[in-house]
């Protein structure tokens, strides 16, 4: 028999808007506790592997109940995925937040918080042609919420106590484009600021820095409310390897614009996506990546091994071996671990505002992960000067 539930199960994998849209997922299907949906990733073969993982799982756990996939590899995949026995039905990305898809009934969807933050996908798809990326095949173009709309969910967790609000999508930096009179993303932010004065604290997730307009620069040089915490879709350390991505920065345009800001908001931690073993890259290619996780004082890093996605222009270019793209996304890894230790270290006996998880830790503005006294309220904000670090937490 599998396990007794009251509700649907939402299995999440990959990026923060996946995250949000299976809250919304589950918010919209209610009471349904037959159903099980993997809402997955495809943005290398690894998340590919998870989702079959997933799906496999999901499928032993709750062997009597309707299993659906949705997310991207539902696109870029949907055969291989079809093909699976556990799976008995897809349903289309750009369709998982329409009742109708799910054959339920269109009603207001109750809030449900991730942890004490709430994720609001601004934006959705993306318009560029990365040569390693498949996320396109999988999201689609463009689209963005209008001011109104990202305010009224914004309202919404805010009523219902948040703290903390995370502004999210495929590439957030591209929001407005689409829309009347072509606003940038600095508008948005200026305006749930202006709107929300009770909101607390106002994060972005991955932004492209060479889109990042005059007014958003601004915000995060002077605006309290707004996270000291920028995380750059990096992606590499040289300029030959971005041109080969074709990705819109150079090195240079990245490395400007975070000693721009520094000179402004010296708290500011930087976090960045970087990508190991690109086709062609050579050592002295890997060696600018290490680099430039020093000079830009990299804390917070997501890398990803290169794999070669289906359809992909980089999937044709001449490949490196796997090992030597494990062995240099290793080496990233530890670089990044190196300045995180290092960065960690400077906040210890210096005061923060922490935002409490429902986990016994939480977060200070520049998102350092904290151990919190017993018994903090989840969703409070309390002031913590840390003693010492132990476990990679401030304590």
């Known amino acids: 028999m599998g396990r007794l539930r009251v509700s ?17 997922i589950r918010a919209m299907l209610g009471a349904d506790s037959d159903l099980v949906v993997v809402n997955s990733c495809a943005v290398t073969m690894e998340a590919v592997r998870q989702t ?52 339920v009934p269109a009603r207001p969807a109750p809030v449900a918080s991730l ?21 396109p095949q999988g999201r689609g173009p463009s689209r963005s919420l209008s001011v109104d709309q990202v305010c009224a969910e914004v309202e919404r967790h805010c009523d219902q106590g948040a703290a903390e609000v995370v502004l999210t999508g495929v ?4 929001w407005g484009q689409d829309l009347p009179e072509r606003p940038a993303l ?13 909101l607390q604290r106002l994060r972005m ?21 707004l996270m000291p915490h920028l995380h750059l879709s990096l992606q590499h350390g040289h300029d030959l390897i971005l041109k080969r991505m074709k990705r819109r920065h150079l090195r240079g345009d990245a490395v400007a614009l975070v000693e721009r800001l520094r000179e402004r908001r010296h708290d500011l931690a930087i976090g960045a996506d970087l990508i190991a073993g690109f086709p062609t890259e050579s050592a002295e290619h890997h060696a600018a990546s290490l680099s430039i996780i020093r000079e830009l004082d990299i804390v917070h890093g997501h890398v990803f091994p290169y794999s070669p996605r289906p359809g992909t222009p980089a999937a044709r ?38 935002l409490a998880e429902r986990d016994g830790t939480g977060y200070t503005p520049g998102f350092a992960r904290v151990a919190l006294p017993p018994g903090t309220p989840a969703g409070s904000i309390v002031a913590i000067t840390p003693k010492t670090i132990k476990d990679g937490l401030l304590t």
């Open 8 to 24: 649907a199960e939402v299995i999440s994998l990959g990026c923060r808007l996946n995250l949000s849209e299976s809250e919304d």
């Open 52 to 103: 079959r993982q997933a799906i496999r799982k999901a499928r032993r756990a709750y062997p009597d109940a309707r299993l659906l996939v949705t997310g991207c590899a539902a696109e870029i995949e949907r055969e291989q995925l079809a093909a699976m026995p556990e799976v008995d039905g897809l349903i289309a990305n750009t369709a998982k937040l329409d009742p109708r898809a799910w054959n």
């Open 115 to 135: 942890h004490t933050r709430a994720f609001i996908a601004v934006q959705n798809g993306c318009d560029h042609a990365c040569t390693f990326c498949v996320i």
């Open 171 to 174: 590439d957030v930096t591209s």
């Open 186 to 198: 600095g508008t948005l932010v200026q305006a749930i600021l202006d709107r929300f004065p009770q």
């Open 205 to 225: 997730s991955s932004l492209d820095g060479i889109e990042i307009d005059p007014l958003l620069f601004e915000l995060f040089a002077h605006e309290p409310r």
């Open 317 to 354: 270019m001449p490949q490196l071996a796997r090992l030597l793209i494990k062995q240099r996304a290793a080496e990233l890894r530890e670089a990044v671990a190196k300045a995180r230790s290092e960065w960690l270290a400077t906040l210890v006996e210096k005061p923060a505002a922490v």
